[in-house]
């Protein structure tokens, strides 16, 4: 297959009319710019940091090599927004549909039994994320913003936090609960203390999820999310042979 041209819709592989249509590049240009890696017009977080990552509105085939030799071979990258088709060489491992939605009158509020969590609480973090699959969770992650957790006899039961933050917008991300704690609205109150912190440094909440999660999507509308887009969540591997492109430069430059 040949790379693809700008798909309608925004994105990895859309026009940008938005800073939400491409939240990755935006981020990574943005208050995110000094975890910025690049190269050529690819830019990406650092793996141990965030599988999230920007490639141009128009990718041409310099754009994918650049790609497959900052993964390296036969790695699998996420390609949010993106809807073209990948090159010959690659497979696509994943792909469904999504929704991001916008506060549009959440009743944010501060959860007095939610702590703020740090790196020392990432094994633990890591723990509950393997366990519950609310999406990537990495060892740095917890550096991209604030995440709140609750403990029930020390234990680590709910968390919810910051990803994304394009220029005025923050995403929240992690949002899970361990089994044995959930219909006890824990997901709820933090998704709300985390949207308060949110507000209270003047930027917009926003979030992702799938599409065909009817019940997240039910809970995150009668909170007061909108809906602002559908798009697309899409996960593809590397070449196993390696790819030549243009010459890596320094995350400072990074745009």
Same mark, same amino acid.
């Given at each position: 297959?040949?790379?693809?041209?700008?798909?309608?819709?925004?994105?990895?592989?859309?026009?940008?009319? /938005?800073?939400?249509?491409?939240?990755?590049?935006?981020?990574?240009?943005?208050?995110?710019? /000094?975890?910025?890696?690049?190269?050529?017009?690819?830019?990406?977080?650092?793996?141990?940091?965030?599988?999230?990552?920007?490639?141009?509105?128009?990718? +041409?085939?310099?754009?994918?090599?650049?790609? %497959?030799?900052?993964?390296?071979?036969?790695?699998?990258?996420?390609?949010?927004?993106?809807?073209?088709?990948?090159?010959?060489?690659?497979?696509? #491992?994943?792909?469904?549909?999504?929704?991001?939605?916008?506060?549009?009158?959440?009743?944010?509020?501060?959860?007095?039994?939610?702590?703020?969590?740090?790196? %020392? +609480?990432?094994? !633990?973090?890591?723990?509950?994320?393997?366990? #519950?699959?609310?999406?990537?969770?990495? =060892? *740095?992650?917890?550096?991209?913003?604030?995440?709140?957790?609750?403990?029930?006899?020390?234990?680590?039961?709910?968390?919810?936090? !910051?990803?994304? *933050?394009?220029?005025?917008?923050?995403?929240?991300?992690?949002?899970?609960?361990? @089994? %044995?704690?959930?219909?006890?609205?824990?997901?709820?109150?933090?998704?709300?203390?985390? %949207?308060?912190?949110?507000?209270?440094?003047? +930027?917009?909440?926003?979030? /992702? #999820?799938?599409?065909?999660?009817?019940?997240?999507?039910?809970?995150? !509308?009668?909170?007061?999310?909108?809906?602002? *887009?559908? #798009?697309?969540?899409?996960?593809?591997?590397?070449?196993?042979?390696?790819?030549?492109?243009? =010459?890596?430069? @320094?995350?400072?430059?990074?745009?």
């Amino acid at each position: 297959m040949s790379a693809p041209g700008p798909a309608p819709g925004g994105g990895a592989g859309g026009g940008v009319g /938005h800073v939400l249509d491409d939240p990755a590049r935006a981020a990574l240009t943005g208050p995110h710019a /000094h975890f910025a890696e690049r190269r050529g017009r690819v830019l990406r977080y650092p793996v141990d940091v965030s599988p999230w990552l920007a490639m141009p509105a128009d990718p +041409d085939a310099d754009d994918w090599a650049d790609l %497959a030799a900052l993964a390296g071979p036969g790695a699998e990258v996420p390609l949010l927004g993106f809807r073209g088709e990948v090159p010959a060489g690659w497979e696509v #491992t994943f792909q469904i549909e999504g929704v991001q939605l916008v506060d549009d009158g959440l009743e944010a509020a501060p959860d007095p039994e939610a702590v703020r969590l740090g790196p %020392a +609480d990432v094994p !633990e973090i890591l723990d509950l994320v393997a366990r #519950t699959r609310p999406g990537p969770f990495e =060892a *740095r992650t917890i550096e991209l913003g604030d995440y709140l957790g609750i403990r029930r006899d020390g234990a680590l039961v709910a968390l919810a936090g !910051e990803r994304l *933050r394009p220029p005025g917008w923050t995403e929240i991300s992690a949002v899970c609960t361990d @089994p %044995a704690f959930r219909g006890e609205g824990l997901a709820t109150r933090l998704i709300l203390a985390v %949207a308060h912190g949110i507000r209270e440094r003047g +930027d917009t909440p926003f979030l /992702h #999820t799938a599409a065909d999660n009817a019940n997240a999507v039910r809970l995150y !509308e009668s909170l007061g999310f909108r809906l602002r *887009r559908r #798009t697309a969540f899409l996960a593809a591997r590397t070449p196993e042979r390696p790819a030549e492109g243009r =010459a890596a430069v @320094p995350a400072s430059q990074a745009y």
